[in-house]
């Protein structure tokens, strides 16, 4: 019997795990575009950390490890947190990226797997919107180079959120269970919120929230209309500042047009503070999904054992990326990273067929060889059946010729090139112009 894998979690075979680099490496580009620096911490973090401020659900979905200290990583903003914590000289701002897997103990669903890949862009040490702008900056430019453009970015802020349950008659004590029930909305609807709010003890505030947060439109146009949603709470007047402040920015930064308030956006993790944000991509028949989200968690660094410090950030569901972009029809044709298979024409040839690989090699062109002395035509079959772009021919009057003869696997087309001629070649622009030497 074939072991069975793990419940919510997958294998990614080459053709598909090339796609996940295609999209990390545009992630990671526009990151440093914007000048976020890499650091990483462990898979691995106590268990006291972790629980912090996740709040009772995500708790429950944590991974522990045998003995009862350690937990996997939920997400790969505590573990930032905690890195910060313990180096408070960090010069500030502290712009961080890190793209890798995080573990939750859910049940398994479609768009959502128990091991997932995550890209955060986080800033830390301002406390102004201009942080939040800058990072949702990344994440859209991120959708954009990807060739994404239907998407919205829904806003809220937790502090708008807090002045609202103050105002509908909800208890401090549970505003953060109220806020996880809203998030909940684009799943469950508005009555399965209203319900969850009822079974939490909220039964005639219930209505009243959700009357309250339905508002949804441009930022700047409904801020009127959400001062008189939160009345004369500082709290959350402070928030619609922010937003208001966020959306000007947004103008700048070119991405206004894609803002929109919603009343309704909390975000599920308790360590949030002020804003929030959800990126959602729409296509022909609906709403594909949210790819992107995050905010505000000013309160986390210090709840960790560090000094009082402002942060912010974004993170790109990549699994969830990848499945839009796919949809979209966004991704290429790619199926490996190779982009040229170097066949010897016969026995005689095979060492100097290693030596032209070197030398491509030499020139950061990914190709393979023949390991197994196949014959030519049973090498091109392999190079076709792995999907490389190019098969480069090493026979014996090519090479005392001193040319090389390249296949496009596509077309089936040959030409017989010099040296800087086939680098042009691989390099992206295909076999193409002139006469064809046979398939």
């Not at 453009?149 to 937790?158: A, D």
């Not at 959120?161 to 909940?184: H, M, N, Q, T, Y």
């Not at 929030?276 to 991509?281: D, G, L, P, Q, T």
Request: aromatic content about 6%; charged content about 30%; hydrophobic content about 40%.
């Amino acid at each position: 019997m074939r072991p069975p894998r793990p419940r919510g979690t997958r294998d990614l075979l080459p053709e598909e795990a090339v796609k996940y680099s295609y999209v990390i490496g545009k992630v990671r580009q526009v990151f440093e575009l914007f000048g976020f620096d890499e650091a990483q911490t462990p898979a691995l973090e106590l268990l006291s950390v972790l629980k912090a401020k996740c709040g009772e659900e995500v708790e429950r979905q944590i991974f522990k490890v045998e003995g009862g200290e350690l937990g996997l990583r939920f997400d790969l903003t505590v573990g930032l947190a905690r890195m910060v914590a313990s180096n408070p000289t960090l010069p500030k701002p502290f712009k961080r990226y890190f793209i890798s897997k995080a573990w939750r103990h859910e049940e398994p669903q479609s768009g959502r797997l128990r091991e997932f890949w995550q890209a955060d862009a986080d800033v830390v040490g301002v406390s102004s919107p201009q942080a939040d702008a800058e990072v949702l900056a990344a994440a859209v430019e991120c959708l954009k180079r990807l060739g994404l453009e239907g998407f919205v970015v829904k806003v809220n802020s937790r502090k708008v959120l807090d002045a609202i349950a103050k105002l509908c008659g909800v208890p401090a004590s549970k505003s953060l269970e109220a806020f996880r029930a809203i998030d909940k909305v684009d799943k469950v609807g508005l009555r399965g919120v209203e319900e969850e709010l009822r079974s939490r003890g909220l039964g005639e505030q219930a209505g009243k929230l959700l009357e309250a947060i339905s508002l949804k439109g441009p930022i700047l146009k409904l801020l009127d209309e959400a001062r008189e949603a939160v009345g004369g709470e500082k709290l959350g007047l402070e928030g619609l500042e922010e937003l208001g402040a966020l959306a000007k920015l947004a103008e700048h930064y070119g991405y206004a047009d894609k803002l929109l308030l919603d009343l309704s956006l909390a975000r599920g993790l308790d360590y949030y503070t002020g804003t929030v944000f959800e990126v959602v991509v729409q296509g022909e028949g609906g709403k594909l999904g949210s790819v992107a989200g995050g905010g505000r968690y000013d309160g986390l660094i210090e709840l960790l054992g560090g000094p009082p410090t402002p942060a912010t950030g974004v993170s790109l569901g990549l699994d969830r990326l990848v499945e839009v972009l796919k949809r979209a029809g966004k991704l290429p044709s790619l199926r490996t990273a190779t982009r040229v298979f170097v066949a010897a024409a016969s026995d005689d040839v095979r060492g100097e067929a290693l030596k032209v690989a070197m030398k491509l090699r030499a020139e950061g062109v990914p190709c393979e060889v023949d390991l197994m002395s196949r014959r030519l035509d049973r090498q091109l079959k392999y190079a076709d059946a792995k999907g490389i772009p190019f098969a480069l021919i090493v026979g014996r009057r090519e090479l005392e010729e001193g040319t090389y003869r390249l296949r496009d696997m596509a077309k089936g087309e040959e030409r017989v090139v010099d040296w800087d001629r086939l680098l042009s070649m691989v390099a992206g622009r295909g076999v193409s112009g002139g006469a064809s030497s046979g398939g």
